[in-house]
């Protein structure tokens, strides 16, 4: 079995920051392409940013220059850095991990069971 499990969320007024976590857990044999979705009430899932393993970052471009994605490899962990957040960041974020267990020829896509964001003045 596999856990993806996020923390860092919360509350916090415009133009303030905040980092979430996301750590995978469980009989892991590889983690390929991690991402950060969110999703906000009455609308679509939306990818925020993702990174291949020893690759190159990617952002939506509503949040470009803003949020900075990372990853740990040695601890398992995908990190967001969000900065200068806006009312419209307001989102349940999701962590997603392809991984391959030790018991799969291939990876699989696992889902965090996301943490709320929420900026307000």
């Known amino acids: 079995q596999v856990q993806l499990v996020e923390s860092g969320g919360g509350f916090v007024q415009p133009g303030g920051s905040l980092r979430l976590s996301c750590v995978a857990s469980?009989?892991?044999?590889?983690?390929?392409?991690m991402a950060w979705y969110r999703q906000s009430p009455g609308k679509e899932r939306e990818l925020v940013a993702h990174?291949?393993?020893?690759?190159?970052?990617n952002y939506a471009d509503s949040v470009k220059g803003r949020f900075t994605i990372s990853r740990d490899y040695a601890k398992n962990t995908l990190y967001l850095q969000m900065n200068s957040l806006k009312p419209e960041d307001t989102a349940v974020y999701y962590c997603?991990?392809?991984?391959?267990?030790?018991?799969?020829?291939?990876?699989?896509?696992?889902w965090g069971q996301g943490i709320q964001v929420t900026v307000s003045s």
């Open positions: 990174i291949p393993g020893g690759g190159i970052a």
């Open positions: 469980g009989i892991i044999a590889s983690i390929g392409l």
């Open positions: 997603k991990s392809k991984i391959r267990t030790r018991y799969q020829f291939t990876e699989v896509d696992y």
